[in-house]
């Protein structure tokens, strides 16, 4: 154990999002202006992961009006409030750099399909909506007519 770690705790977050290299993501940053505070995001591809800890790192890319725009952002800084994982990619690699000399379609990575869940439903609301479901009526077989009893013969 370092002896940095024990000071290094109290500035870690409890729990840090769950990201990988590829994924498109939205950062919430806080920006400070004069006396007010406000969130601005910022969306793009995760082209790289480095460092651990405290000093630990992500870059996040993307292309505004045909200029590539790259930011790196500290994990555990107070001024990233949130991160949201939009789509999970699927790469072979653990940094994303040759995306830079591409454009357009070029830059786009494979999504992984069903990797993120959607919200669940508790268990309880299911069942509360079974309770609640009116249960179907039972269909009656419909009486025969003129032409249906012509044509069985």
Same mark, same amino acid.
């Given at each position: 154990m370092r002896s940095l770690d024990?000071?290094?705790?109290?500035?870690?977050? /409890?729990?840090?999002?769950? #990201?990988?290299?590829?994924?498109?993501?939205? %950062?919430? %940053?806080?920006?400070?202006?004069?006396?007010?505070?406000?969130?601005?995001? #910022?969306?793009?591809?995760?082209? /790289?992961?480095?460092?651990?800890?405290?000093?630990?790192? #992500?870059?996040?890319?993307?292309?505004?009006?045909?200029?590539?725009?790259?930011?790196? #952002?500290?994990?555990?800084?107070?001024? %990233? /409030? /949130?991160?949201?994982?939009?789509?999970?990619?699927? %790469?072979?690699?653990a940094k994303l750099h040759y995306l830079r000399e591409r454009m357009g379609r070029a830059t786009k990575v494979e999504e992984r399909l069903g990797a993120i869940e959607a919200p669940t439903p508790a268990p309880k609301a299911k069942a509360e909506a079974k309770a609640e479901a009116k249960p179907e009526p039972k269909l009656e077989p419909k009486a025969e007519t003129k032409t249906e009893a012509h044509t069985k013969k």
């Open positions: 024990s000071i290094e705790k109290e500035f870690l977050k /409890a729990t840090p999002p769950k #990201f990988d290299v590829g994924d498109t993501v939205d %950062v919430h %940053v806080k920006i400070i202006e004069g006396d007010k505070e406000r969130i601005q995001i #910022f969306t793009g591809i995760v082209i /790289a992961k480095r460092h651990q800890g405290l000093s630990e790192t #992500f870059t996040v890319r993307r292309i505004v009006q045909g200029e590539g725009v790259e930011r790196i #952002f500290p994990v555990h800084s107070p001024r %990233v /409030a /949130a991160i949201e994982v939009k789509k999970k990619g699927r %790469v072979r690699r």
